[in-house]
């Protein structure tokens, strides 16, 4: 089994920043693409930031300049810098991998629970 767990989320004043770490664990013998996804209450969930093995990245127009996605291959691990938070980021943030489990395999999803990120004075 593999398990993604995400930290870091919180309250924070309009214009602030966090840091998201998400750290995936178990049967896993690679990674392609990890990401960010959100939803906000009423919504549907959607992309906000991906990240392949190479280092290649692909960004929510919403929050293009403002959030940065990295990832650390070596513990599995990928990041979400979110600066120039606006209210209208405010959601719970999951985290996504494409998991490899044994060499040949097919890659399968694997999500995050979910960590709430509330922007708001």
């Known amino acids: 089994q593999v398990q993604l767990v995400e930290s870091g989320g919180g309250l924070v004043q309009p214009g602030g920043s966090l840091r998201l770490s998400c750290a995936a664990s178990?049967?896993?013998?690679?990674?392609?693409?990890m990401g960010w996804y959100r939803q906000a209450p009423g919504k549907q969930r959607e992309l906000v930031a991906t990240i392949t093995s190479g280092g290649s990245t692909n960004y929510a127009d919403s929050v293009k300049g403002r959030f940065t996605i990295s990832r650390d291959n070596a513990k599995n691990t990928v990041y979400l810098q979110m600066n120039s938070l606006k209210p209208e980021d405010t959601a719970v943030y999951y985290c996504?991998?494409?998991?490899?489990?044994?060499?040949?395999?097919?890659?399968?999803?694997?999500w995050g629970q979910g960590t709430q990120v509330t922007v708001s004075s």
């Open positions: 996504n991998a494409e998991v490899e489990v044994y060499s040949g395999s097919y890659y399968l999803d694997y």
């Open positions: 178990g049967s896993i013998f690679s990674i392609n693409a």
